[in-house]
């Protein structure tokens, strides 16, 4: 069936790298997302990936997708007290032209 | 900008009422959807509609209904409203056109509780 796993947590010091995972269980994916939302806001589009890419570096974001494993990960450099928020993968059906969502990984910035 | 607008921002019900949840959207999006946020669940996609006069259950659709009034407008109705509907809400619409690149806009959500 069709799912999109994530950890829920992740507590990062100021300055560090955070490295955001996900795992989905499609294979017919063409693109990969991040979306971050922060607290009492919408959802917004971070950065996305397309299947036939295995890196994709944008600013402080990199993305690597791991398409043997169906693993998908976010690492966000010198990670700052903006970062925090809840970070979420999104895998598009295209097939179905809908977007499954996983259970979003929670980022807290330690000072 | 107006986007995607949601309405109402806050409800509380009783269990056994009913309500309707409107959304619309000014970008001439093809695509609209509902998506519930649970603690813990991430976002689960209740119902979407890939062109205006389609409708398509998503993850969770048991308990509710959808209607596409038009390609800008996409209202989620709960017929008659349980505890277990407690939620955070979100609408959110894309370009469409299958195959190809999604990016989805959305609105600011409704916070429902049912009592």
């Known amino acids: 069936g069709e799912d999109v796993e994530q950890s829920l947590f992740l507590s990062v010091r100021e300055g560090d790298s955070s490295v955001i995972n996900c795992t989905y269980t499609d294979s017919s994916s063409t693109y990969l997302y991040w979306y971050k939302q922060e607290p009492g806001a919408g959802l917004q589009l971070l950065t996305y990936i397309f299947s036939n890419m295995d890196m994709k570096q944008d600013q402080r974001l990199t993305v690597l997708l791991n398409k043997k494993d169906k693993h998908l990960s976010l690492r966000i450099a010198d990670t700052q007290t903006g970062d925090s928020a809840i970070y979420f993968c999104?895998?598009?059906?295209?097939?179905?032209?809908?977007?499954?969502f996983g259970s979003g990984t929670r980022l807290s910035i330690r000072p | 900008n107006a986007g995607v607008t949601q309405t109402p921002k806050f409800q509380v019900l009783k269990t056994g009422q009913s309500m309707t949840l409107q959304c619309a959207q000014d970008?001439?999006?093809?695509?609209m959807y509902w998506y519930r946020q649970d603690p813990g669940m991430g976002l689960r996609l209740i119902y979407y509609s890939a062109s205006e006069g389609t409708t398509d259950k998503g993850e969770v659709p048991n308990g509710y209904n959808v209607s596409r009034l038009n390609k800008r407008e996409f209202s989620l109705r709960l017929e008659s409203a349980a505890p277990s509907q407690t939620s955070v809400y979100f609408c959110?619409?894309?370009?469409?056109?299958?195959?190809?690149?999604?990016?989805?806009?959305f609105g600011s959500g409704t916070q429902l509780s049912v009592l």
């Open positions: 959110a619409s894309s370009e469409g056109g299958g195959g190809g690149f999604e990016k989805l806009f």
């Open positions: 999104a895998d598009l059906y295209s097939s179905a032209s809908k977007i499954i």
């Open positions: 970008m001439n999006h093809n695509s």
